[in-house]
């Protein structure tokens, strides 16, 4: 399996993926300019490779500061995805990690919680870094 | 409110300004308006070296506001930059580039301003190699960076004499305009 | 320009304006201008929530400058067509509340779409808006946005009052589109 390795900018999030825990890992901001584009490959991989992690077991971590509409609807899509593969049996958990002191970035897990059914999502706080 | 964004505007287009900041500016804020007006000059096929003229003054003008403007913009929060607050105009009259820069300095910094300036405002460009010379001398010696040195520097790509104004704004502050045409 | 230059700067000061920037827009300043406003903001020590808030408007106006101003020069790079596009952006503040306002040249033409579509939102009460949101966010984006389409849907949610927004006609091609924003 290609391994999943994008580094973070100034305007975009790191994305891993750590073939031992079976763990994304997606971190920072997001507002790219063209968020299709960006977003492209990590669907990409995410396609050719969700069967297969799903029947073992996956762990999404999304740890967002800042993410700006358009990249809400990758987002969207992107838990869509998972959903459908949730629905086939598969296994996937998702966790929205907000700094404790940042609402406006629960608040944005908790609508993802009211759109999603099946897929198994978190709410973790952090403690806050500053 | 509303109202006022559209009259900024329309004074900004009667003037030919096509780049207008107000605000504190840091380091990295420049590199990337300085790339912009960059970017816009090189699009609308303006000369090589009209572009590198107003970009040169624009940087100077700008570093003079994050080392000399009185109205600092810094945060204690560790990283964060240093901004000096100011106002730095680009614009095209139809026949010529000129930049203009803003900000409030200390009144007991207004002698230092008005002599260096009012020496540059008269002086051909000889005249003004020489005084850099000298400046720079003074400069590297006192290890210390003044505004005399950058001014200068202005003054030598200004295709006209530069025009600057001190206005007072109360005890202790003065705001400094500074007009440079390329 | 010379001898009103202080009166610009002290003019938007009486406005409560801080930040105020007119000229071509880009991603990478995009970044700059947050950091700026994030800046001014830690010193007032205003709250993260505000900041986060102020910081998500502006990269929704600045990115719809990016996007849809049709003052721009256009330019092809690596075979794509690209473009500089110019718009206004302005933060300040107003007794206890910011304000982020932006304004770009728009054609005539395309006025009244856009209008009608903010008029709309204007009109929606809070969970109205929430449910067009997500509406939105899981329908395709139409035919004229670039992005998701959900950018002013986001500041209507996040506006504490009502979205103020204008359409100024300047020639027979162009008009003038501000719109403000109070968080």
């Known amino acids: 399996m290609k391994n999943l390795k994008i580094d973070e900018t100034k305007y975009t999030p790191e994305m891993t993926f750590d073939p031992e825990t079976l763990v994304i890992a997606i971190k920072g901001k997001s507002y790219p300019e063209n968020t299709e584009e960006f977003y492209k490959p990590a669907f990409e991989w995410l396609e050719k490779n969700l069967s297969d992690l799903g029947k073992k077991g996956l762990t999404v971590n999304l740890e967002l500061i800042y993410f700006n509409s358009s990249s809400s609807k990758a987002l969207m899509n992107f838990f869509d995805m998972l959903e459908e593969s949730v629905d086939n049996g598969d296994n996937i958990t998702v966790n929205w990690m907000y700094e404790e002191d940042n609402e406006s970035i629960l608040e944005y897990g908790e609508e993802f919680l009211e759109d999603i059914e099946t897929l198994p999502f978190n709410l973790v706080p952090l403690k806050s870094r500053e | ?182 | 320009m010379l001898d009103d230059l202080y009166g610009v700067t002290s003019d938007l000061g009486n406005e409560g304006i801080f930040f105020c920037l007119s000229g071509p827009m880009s991603q990478e300043l995009l970044v700059e201008i947050g950091g700026a406003i994030k800046n001014k903001m830690l010193m007032d020590e205003a709250s993260k929530s505000t900041m986060s808030q102020v910081f998500s408007i502006i990269v929704e106006m600045v990115q719809n400058i990016i996007f849809y101003s049709d003052e721009k020069l256009e330019y092809e790079q690596l075979g794509e067509t690209s473009s500089c596009n110019v718009g206004l952006i302005a933060v300040g503040e107003e007794k206890d509340s910011y304000f982020v306002m932006s304004g770009n040249m728009i054609k005539n033409e395309k006025v009244n779409r856009l209008k009608n579509r903010i008029e709309k939102l204007v009109a929606m009460s809070k969970d109205e808006l929430k449910k067009f949101y997500k509406e939105q966010r899981r329908a395709g984006p139409d035919e004229y946005s670039k992005g998701a389409g959900l950018g002013y849907i986001e500041m209507a949610r996040k506006t504490s009052r009502p979205l103020g927004f204008e359409f100024r006609e300047i020639d027979e091609n162009m008009s003038f589109f501000s719109i403000i924003t109070y968080v």
């Not at chain 2, 207008?20 to 308006?33: A, T």
């Not at chain 2, 003229?53 to 560790?78: G, L, P, R, T, Y």
């Open chain 2, 1 to 182: 409110m509303k109202d006022k964004i559209f009259v900024i505007k329309k004074n900004l287009n009667e003037k030919g300004v096509f780049l207008y900041f107000s605000g504190p500016i840091s380091q990295d804020f420049l590199v990337e308006i300085g790339h912009t007006l960059r970017q816009k000059m090189e699009l609308e096929k303006v000369s090589r070296s009209i572009i590198v003229k107003v970009f040169s003054v624009f940087i100077e003008h700008s570093q003079n506001i994050i080392n000399f403007s009185a109205e600092q913009c810094n945060s204690d929060i560790e990283g964060s930059p240093t901004a000096g607050i100011g106002v730095i105009v680009v614009g095209f009259d139809g026949d010529n580039y000129f930049v203009s820069c803003g900000n409030t300095i200390h009144n007991s910094d207004v002698d230092i301003f008005n002599d260096i300036l009012s020496r540059i405002k008269d002086m051909g460009k000889e005249k003004l190699k020489e005084y850099y010379k000298e400046e720079l001398k003074k400069e590297v010696s006192k290890k210390s960076d003044g505004p005399g040195l950058s001014l200068i520097e202005v003054a030598r790509k200004s295709g006209r004499p530069i025009e600057y104004k001190l206005t007072r704004i109360d005890e202790k502050h003065t705001f400094l305009t500074v007009k440079t045409v390329v």
